[in-house]
């Protein structure tokens, strides 16, 4: 048989690498030794197009190899492709299929075109170019009742009816389940907007220069994902003068904040639900079908059985689609958006994009377009490239939709990399298969994190390791992106699942060997602009258990390389693979690495430049 070849991370078979622009012209090579008597063709499909799937021939081209090229001209959105090879001999006449093997560049060889998994290339509208203190940023994301209480006598502001306070803040969270496995009684700590502006000199002496704050808007539970009223800050946390004045604060130190924005539900007690009369006995559409929220809403059976947020009944589900709801969220005047934006806001992270329609996301960046300076980011746990929610592509990375998103993946590739749970090539190509899918702009833009409210502590997934916790950070802060430290990582906070990763923050017993180490590597991003801007690519070496990262511009090179095994490792670089770097990377890296020695479980931190 044939041997055939193609893989679209190498220069060899396919230029531009990854994602292009709308008018862009692309080249392919396909390698067949036996040219004669052999056609090959390029096997086109868009996705949503009337015209299905084209079929191009490609041309003979020097040594082995067959091209074509043409210029993205038929609109953006994502192209699938493969092979069809067909060789003649002695009167007959072969056929086979070259297509995407599932993971990696280089594919496989299939018998049959039922069969084929096809590659996908994405077309975009246009880049996702976001503000420059974004690009720069180092997040850190507050959990904002468990971070700090701002009140001389640590006093809680209006505590909620039927909730319950902790004795002190060392207490560990609990949830008050009834019978249902419903949580009866929400817990509060009381941490506030005072509690936050007390401690910027904490975060700016660990190098903060944004912020990323779980929902603040006034609700029944202390996560506050159920919102209340999307017009008034939750009174636990203060009043809406406190939180102008954090604004204003944070600002004034130079650090940004990006709010929660949660639009897919509101919570049943909200003042357009009400399903228990707090906001009054005859208003919200569980009360009254007449109330101006009722369309907001799907009735199953009326006012007790709605279709909710994934079957819970705290949560009931609006409709994106309602125009009313629209205007109410991202019009231009008096809308949700605009009051909390033009207060200073300076950006916004959308909770389960993929609850939200493509339409309600674009209005929402529309609104943001009215302002200078603006993010908007979006919650996608998978591939943003290719999601299908509902039945439906989404079109976050194509332009005038999410800017980026929080890069879920990465968290676990490195939980995989440390704890040695996968193989180096499948982590490597995992995280090429991302930057291959995304626009450039789009892949730089991803919030990285390695903890959120939503996962267990990093520290108790590296079973309390500091040096394993120095490497996450490290491989975190050399990704491309932007790093997202979560509140108390830095501090030696532990938990496993919620509420567990939810404690409060550690004031009195603050790990400094963590926050030393997390400190370090925010010093490192910011000294080095390379970290920030360089091109990327990763590297392995499966018998050395060795993975590392190199960041590259021109004028500067950044590497680090782990050493997984319990010996003394050279590196040499002869041992080294990496599935997209060309001849001069590995130049680069012969030079910079040439005598190094890493030690066991050790890493190595190496910076040459201007």
């Known amino acids: 048989m044939t041997h055939i070849y193609f893989n679209p991370w190498l220069e060899r078979y396919k230029q531009p690498f990854g994602a292009v622009q709308e008018g862009t012209t692309v080249k392919i090579w396909l390698s067949v030794p036996e040219q004669q008597n052999t056609k090959v063709f390029l096997i086109v499909r868009k996705e949503g197009s009337s015209v299905g799937q084209k079929i191009f021939p490609m041309e003979p081209a020097s040594e082995d190899r067959f091209h074509f090229q043409t210029t993205m001209d038929q609109g953006w959105g994502l192209y699938f492709y493969y092979f069809k090879v067909i060789h003649e001999s002695e009167g007959y006449e072969t056929i086979q299929y070259y297509g995407f093997k599932g993971h990696g560049g280089e594919g496989r060889i299939y018998g049959s075109e039922r069969e084929v998994v096809p590659y996908q290339l994405t077309c975009y509208q246009k880049p996702e170019v976001a503000p420059k203190w974004y690009r720069n940023a180092v997040f850190y994301q507050i959990f904002p009742d468990r971070f700090a209480n701002g009140n001389p006598d640590r006093k809680i502001n209006q505590p909620k009816k039927n909730s319950f306070i902790y004795a002190t803040e060392e207490d560990e969270p609990f949830y008050i389940k009834n019978q249902k496995n419903e949580i009866a009684r929400w817990d509060f700590f009381g941490g506030n907007f005072k509690g936050i502006q007390e401690k910027i000199p904490y975060l700016q002496e660990l190098g903060i220069t944004a912020l990323y704050l779980n929902p603040i808007f006034e609700a029944t539970s ?28 944070l600002h004034t130190a130079g650090i940004a904040v990006v709010l929660d924005g949660v639009f897919s539900h509101v919570g049943k007690d909200s003042r357009y639900f009400n399903i228990s009369g707090l906001y009054g006995d005859d208003t919200g559409a569980a009360r009254d079908p007449k109330s101006r929220y009722f369309d907001w809403f799907t009735f199953n059976h009326y006012p007790d059985d709605y279709k909710s947020w994934w079957g819970v009944s705290d949560l009931p589900e609006v409709r994106k689609d309602n125009p009313s709801y629209q205007e109410f969220i991202y019009g231009d005047l008096d809308s949700v958006l605009s009051k909390w934006t033009s207060m200073g806001v300076d950006g916004w992270r959308l909770d389960v994009a993929d609850e939200l329609t493509d ?76 930057q291959e899918n995304y626009p450039a702009d789009f892949y730089y833009n991803q919030l990285n994190n390695i903890g959120t409210h939503d996962t267990e502590r990093i520290l108790t997934m590296l079973d309390g390791s500091v040096e394993a916790m120095d490497q996450a950070w490290g491989l975190m802060f050399m990704m491309p992106g932007i790093p997202c430290v979560y509140y108390g990582d830095e501090a030696g906070l532990t938990g496993g699942k919620d509420p567990d990763n939810r404690k409060f923050f550690p004031w009195n017993s603050i790990d400094p060997r963590l926050f030393k180490n997390c400190q370090k590597w925010i010093e490192r991003r910011k000294k080095y602009d390379v970290l920030k801007q360089g091109q990327f690519f990763p590297f392995y070496s499966q018998t050395q258990q060795i993975f590392g990262i190199i960041r590259y511009t021109e004028q500067a090179y950044v590497i680090y390389a782990l050493n997984l095994s319990d010996e003394e490792q050279s590196l040499n670089v002869g041992e080294l693979s990496s599935p997209r770097a060309y001849q001069g990377d590995y130049e680069v890296l012969d030079r910079i690495l040439e005598g190094e020695v890493l030690a066991p479980n050790g890493s190595l931190f190496v910076y040459e430049g201007n």
């Open 222 to 249: 202390n996560h506050r994902y159920d919102t209340n009223d999307y017009f008034k800050v939750d009174s636990v946390l203060g009043t809406e003068e406190d939180f102008r004045s954090l604004i204003a604060a």
């Open 359 to 434: 339409d309600f996301i674009a209005g929402i960046r529309k609104n943001l377009l009215a302002y200078q300076e603006k993010i908007l980011i979006g919650e996608v746990w998978e591939d943003a490239s290719n999601k299908i929610a509902y039945d439906t592509r989404r079109k976050y990375v194509f332009g005038d939709h999410l800017q980026g998103v929080m890069n879920y993946p990465l968290r676990q590739q490195i939980l995989d990399l440390l704890n040695q749970s996968r193989s180096l090539q499948d982590i490597c190509e995992e995280m090429i298969r991302y």
